[in-house]
Nanobody, 126 residues
Framework: QVQLVESGGGLVQPGGSLRLSCAVS????????IGWFRQAPGKEREGVSC????????YFADSVKGRFTISGDNAKNTVYLQMNSLKPEDTAVYYC???????????????????WGQGTQVTVSS
């Protein structure tokens, strides 16, 4: 059974950092692309970052470039999203999602992902 479990969310002050984890089971990271999405109240779910298992390529939304990094640990079947210099506008529920690596649709489009975690809340506030 495929399962994705996010952790690491919480309350942080502006300028602070958090590291989110996405632990996957039921499949091997080597054959999947993992994306991170977020959804703020009243807004659509948006792609934040993605790591491709085929070649290790990473992608970031313009709003987080230079502040967020993504990495994967195949031995632990876990993907991490390191978030630095957090801003209040980063406040949202963060989800990780998975799709087979041969999918060619836009990495930032939620419709191209088959499996989703339950989400973890990130709140940036003073």
């Amino acid at each position: 059974q495929v399962q994705l479990v996010e952790s690491g969310g919480g309350l942080v002050q502006p300028g602070g950092s958090l590291r989110l984890s996405c632990a996957v089971s039921g499949f091997t990271l080597n054959y999947y692309t993992i994306g991170w999405f977020r959804q703020a109240p009243g807004k659509e779910r948006e792609g934040v970052s993605c790591i491709s298992s085929s070649d290790g390529s990473t992608y970031f939304a313009d709003s987080v470039k230079g502040r967020f990094t993504i990495s994967g640990d195949n031995a632990k079947n876990t993907v991490y999203l390191q978030m630095n210099s957090l801003k209040p506008e980063d406040t949202a529920v963060y989800y990780c999602a998975a799709r087979p690596r041969y999918y060619s649709g836009s990495w930032g489009a939620a419709k191209w992902y088959d499996y989703w975690g339950q989400g973890t809340q990130v709140t940036v506030s003073s």
